[in-house]
């Protein structure tokens, strides 16, 4: 077989380009992010064609990755088997040698690897929103943090909301797929649906509409309800709200890993994930799925609001202990 070369990113926008009529576009999302972290590696590494790649060097970019992105092990074997497509992709026009994908090594699961524990606990999460409430009310992480824990929302949909999603008079917010504009969310149509809100919550809004938020559109003319000065506020962007006030020092607390504040790197405004107590967003989404479980919430009323079944709400965001179960079950012994 000769081989053509071919560069990596424009690989990489071929790749998207052949896949999107067959795929969703957060798959088309996920897979340009995944894969860009790839891209990133051969720019550094110096390779100009994949015609180059050999089962020795993807195994040098698994290592990699791994320690570049500090990757749990259900993490890893996500990006590696994307990896592994997009390689077999390649195989298929002749862009790197035959069978290399079979290269392509990820981690084998077992047991609780494909379980991600990590969450924003109940008492862990008053204190961050009464210290937003209290010294950043109706600032943009002040909303966007409010949102993530009440709400269950991934960050993806807080992403796409528009101001006329929100509802003030049937205090409620409308989750809506709009991949022609840029915010596709998860599961697509089925992933669309209204989601109710409290009233501090409705009033929290209120008051960010009418004093606080930046009064742009984006690149589409339509008006993000989580905006900064430059238009809709970045998936990125509010991560890093999320790391930033989920620091333990900056809401208040003691550093519990024994680190000078005035020298720790973490502290620096791009680098809070480097805390190893921050959060991601997504912990905030388990964090409020599990309070809600917790407060005798029906599983199926969490599963529409959250977007997310049963069986995997069970699997992978129950994060209740099997006592804490036994003794809510108890409640209901009376009716025995």
């Not at 210290?131 to 796409?160: F, I, K, Q």
Request: hydrophobic content about 30%; charged content about 30%; aromatic content about 6%.
């Amino acid at each position: 077989m000769t081989l053509e070369p071919i560069d990596p990113a424009n690989a990489l926008e071929l790749y998207l380009a052949d896949r999107e009529n067959s795929v969703t576009d957060a798959t088309i999302y996920s897979h340009r992010s995944r894969l860009g972290h790839f891209v990133r590696w051969c720019e550094n590494e110096g390779i100009e064609n994949l015609n180059e790649l050999t089962g020795r060097r993807l195994h040098e970019y698994r290592i990699w990755r791994r320690m570049e992105g500090d990757l749990a092990p259900a993490t890893e074997k996500t990006q590696m088997d994307t990896l592994r497509v997009f390689v077999r992709w390649l195989e298929s026009i002749d862009g790197v040698q035959a069978d290399l994908h079979t290269k392509v090594l990820s981690p084998t699961l077992t047991g609780g690897d494909n379980i991600r524990e990590v969450m924003l606990e109940d008492e862990r999460a008053e204190r961050v929103l009464e210290h937003l409430r209290t010294y950043e009310y109706c600032s943009r992480p002040h909303v966007a943090l409010e949102l993530l824990w009440h709400t269950m929302l991934r960050v993806g949909a807080v992403h796409a909301l528009d101001c006329t999603d929100y509802d003030p008079v049937e205090q409620s917010l409308e989750i809506v797929h709009r991949p022609e504009s840029e915010t596709p969310i998860k599961n697509g149509e089925d992933g669309e649906r209204f989601v109710a809100l409290s009233a501090r919550v409705c009033e929290l809004l209120d008051d960010w509409l009418e004093q606080k938020r930046p009064e742009v559109t984006d690149d589409f003319g339509r008006s993000p309800l989580i905006a900064t000065t430059q238009g809709r506020a970045h998936r990125t962007t509010l991560r890093g709200d999320c790391y930033r006030f989920t620091r333990p020092c900056v809401v208040g607390g003691d550093c519990p890993h024994s680190r000078d504040v005035d020298d720790c790197s973490a502290m620096e405004y791009d680098s809070a994930s480097e805390c190893p107590s921050s959060v991601s967003p997504h912990a905030l989404r388990r964090g409020g799925i599990t309070h809600a479980l917790s407060q005798d919430w029906p599983k199926n009323a969490v599963s529409d609001r959250a977007n997310v079944s049963e069986e995997v709400l069970d699997r992978h965001y129950d994060q209740r202990s099997a006592k804490e179960k036994m003794e809510q079950r108890r409640g209901y012994l009376d009716d025995l």
